[in-house]
């Protein structure tokens, strides 16, 4: 779709294309009527000089005397020329050098002014002609005049006018650029503050540089991002609240599951270890489904330094008993994630890594082609064969150790709904487990 500036400019250029070019032929049009005006007045006048010529000699003959016109009328081909016609007999000028001049030849005292464009040496003339009774005779009398310079110096007028009006277009297109990329500066400010609010920068769009025409669009908009954002609350906080509920009954039910009375009626054993399974698997997924549904809505700025110190130091009371030294490399920057997924997902993989370690934990986390979080412990590890099932729902390596196998894919939850990837493989260093999670750029912003 085209651009509003982009709509405006053409907009634009098309009314003063429109504009400029009727001003052009209108401005042509009148050039050329008062160049002719002036012509015809001095048309009449050279035919008024040559009527007050006319006298009538002893036989009453009406004779003229063509001396006392301008002598452009005696130079051959001067582009001045008239015809006069005199009770049936005619004289011509002798700029016509003997070539005739076609006129209309018009009766009943009327006067008629027209143009001929095959005149002597195939000249455009402007042509005035009279018919009139002067002293009892009948007269007729044609004026004419070249309008070859007139229609030159016309074409230079065109030209010279056609220039300024392109300048004047140019000039009028570029300012109207300006000023209509100057109008659309508060629509660009509210697209930077959406932007803003999306990464958790603000909470809501100011209004207090945003145009008359579009504040009433901007309110609508913090009125719904505002119940947008109680809304979530209530789910996230609903959502908090029945994970924490649920998780004691499904402990005991896998307690149960795994006790010495169910163990005696295996056909039960099976069928409450799958059933409960899938109860775990459903909620799990719809849990887990509702809360990243809005994470995106969620944005929240927050240092990875300082939430994974926090992190460590309370991973480190729950398993006091194992002593784990925990080196964390992290940025001390903000940035623009949300902090739930970060910590699920980071919780997770340290978690997972103080039930395995023997005493050391390596977490890493960087800005290197996106956000990239990397957790090595000096565990057992995992065989190669067995790598590519540990996403997978309820899958634990090692029976005797206690969790229900949902950590992994959780991550694996969260890593796809924002397109990254997690890598499981052995820490070269430590030589347990490693788990490499990159969450793509698109994600992440970084201050």
């Known amino acids: 779709m085209i651009s509003l500036q982009k709509r405006l400019n053409y907009g634009l250029v098309f009314i003063l294309s429109t504009v400029l070019s009727f001003n052009w032929l ?16 001095r048309l009449i006048h050279d035919s008024d000089t040559l009527i007050d010529t006319f006298h009538t000699n002893n036989k009453n003959q009406l004779v003229f005397n063509s001396l006392r016109l301008e002598s452009v009328y005696d130079q051959e081909f001067s582009g001045h020329y008239y015809v006069v016609k005199i009770d049936g007999k005619t004289y011509y000028s002798k700029s016509l050098n ?23 040496h195939r000249q455009p ?14 007269i007729n009398i044609a004026i004419a005049e070249d309008l070859t310079n007139i229609y030159a110096d016309i074409i230079h ?16 297109i570029l300012w109207q650029t300006l000023d209509v990329k100057r109008s659309l500066n508060p629509l660009i400010l ?7 609010m999306s990464n958790g920068k603000t909470a809501s769009i100011s209004t ?12 609508e908009i913090n009125r719904l ?35 010495e009375i169910i163990s005696q009626y295996p056909e039960l054993q099976q069928k409450l270890k799958s059933q409960t399974k899938m109860i775990l698997h459903h909620i799990e997924r719809e849990l887990k489904r509702t809360r990243i549904a809005g994470s995106q809505q969620s944005v929240s700025v927050f240092n990875p330094c300082q939430e994974i110190n926090l992190l460590v130091g309370l991973l480190q009371r729950i398993y006091a008993d194992k002593q784990i030294n925990i080196n964390v490399i992290a940025p001390n920057k903000n940035i623009n994630f949300d902090r739930e997924d970060f910590l699920e997902v980071l919780g997770n993989l340290v978690d997972n890594a103080c039930k395995w370690a023997r005493g050391h934990i390596q977490i ?40 229900h196998g949902l950590g992994l894919a959780i991550i694996q939850d969260i890593v796809e709904f924002y397109n990254g990837n997690l890598i499981i493989s052995r820490s070269p260093d430590l030589g347990g487990l490693l788990a490499t999670v990159i969450f793509p750029l698109s994600n992440v912003n970084n201050n």
């Open 225 to 259: 991002l505002g119940l947008v954002f109680r809304r979530l609350q209530q789910s996230r906080n609903a959502v908090g609240n029945l994970s924490h509920a649920l998780k004691t009954p499904l402990a005991v039910l896998f307690t149960l599951a795994e006790s």
């Open 125 to 138: 003339l402007l042509i005035l002609e009279k018919n009139l009774l002067y002293l009892g005779h009948q």
């Open 190 to 196: 509210l697209t930077q503050e959406l932007e803003d």
């Open 208 to 219: 207090a540089r945003v145009p008359v025409e579009v504040k009433p669009l901007v309110l």
């Open 364 to 403: 890493t986390v960087t800005f290197d082609n996106g956000l990239v979080m990397i957790v090595a412990d000096d565990g057992p590890g995992c065989p190669e064969q067995e790598i590519p099932f540990l996403p997978q729902r309820g899958f634990r390596v090692d029976q005797h150790v206690s969790g």
């Open 98 to 120: 003997n070539e005739k001049l076609d006129i209309k030849e018009i009766q009943n005292e009327q006067t008629m002014i027209y143009h001929q464009n095959n005149g002597p």
């Open 26 to 41: 209108a401005a042509d049009i009148f050039i050329k009527a008062v160049v002719e005006k002036q012509m015809i007045t």
């Open 157 to 172: 007028i065109r030209l010279a006018y056609l220039g300024l009006s392109i300048v004047v277009l140019v000039i009028s």
